[in-house]
C-alpha cells in the first residue's frame, strides 16, 4: 500500500514539473507556418486562419476595410489558454490592392530559446542562420532564408519566455 502511495505521490510530482515546464516552441513554429508563411493577400485571410486556430480580435477586418485601391489595415488577434494569454498574432497590410506590403508577426509565452531554432530550421526548412547581436543578455535573435524570404526569430530566456517569428513579404492575389 505504501508503495502504491509513494507511486502515486512521484507521479502527481512529475505532472505538476510537466505542466510548469510546457514548452510552446512547437505551437509558435506550428501557428507560422499556418498563418503567415502561406502569405496570406488580405487581411481577411489571416483573419479567417486565425479564427479556425481559436484566435480572437476586438476589431475583426470588415469586408469595406479591404475596398478601395489601397489598404492600409493593422490586424491583431490573441490566444487565449485557460483564461490566459499564450500567443498572438500582429499584421500590417500597406499598399496596393494587388499586392500590398504584408508585415506578419506571431508571437507566444512558454517558449524555449534553445528550442526554437531547430525547429525552425527542420519544420519551416529554413536555412542561412544569421544569429544577430543583442545588447540584453538573454534575449536572442536569428534570421533564415526560406524560399525567397527572410524570417526572423526573437526570444527571451527568462520568464515568461516571449518568442515571436515574422516575416515580410507582398502579398499578391491567386
Known amino acids: 500500500m505504501i508503495r502504491f502511495t509513494i507511486a502515486g505521490l512521484a507521479l502527481l510530482a512529475l505532472a505538476d514539473t510537466t505542466v510548469a515546464e510546457e514548452d ?54 490573441r490566444l487565449m489558454k485557460n483564461g490566459e494569454k499564450v500567443g498572438g498574432i500582429s499584421t500590417y497590410f500597406t499598399g496596393p490592392d494587388d499586392g500590398p506590403s ?14 526554437l531554432p531547430g525547429l525552425i530550421e527542420t519544420s519551416l526548412k529554413a536555412r542561412e542562420r544569421a544569429d544577430q547581436p543583442t545588447e540584453k543578455e538573454h534575449f536572442h ?24 517569428i515574422s516575416m515580410s513579404y507582398v502579398g499578391y492575389k491567386r
Open 24 to 77: 510552446n516552441s512547437a505551437m509558435l513554429v506550428d501557428l507560422f507556418a499556418k498563418i503567415c508563411a502561406p502569405k496570406p493577400a488580405r487581411p481577411s485571410q489571416i483573419q479567417r486562419i486565425a479564427t479556425s486556430l481559436g484566435f480572437v480580435s476586438d476589431n475583426p477586418v470588415k469586408p469595406e476595410m479591404e475596398r478601395g485601391a489601397n489598404i492600409d489595415i493593422v490586424y491583431f488577434a
Open 102 to 115: 504584408v508585415s506578419c508577426a506571431v508571437s507566444a509565452t512558454g517558449v524555449s530559446a534553445d528550442t
Open 141 to 164: 535573435r536569428a534570421s533564415w532564408r526560406v524560399g525567397a524570404d527572410t524570417i526572423e526569430m526573437s526570444a527571451w530566456q527568462t520568464p515568461p519566455r516571449r518568442a515571436s
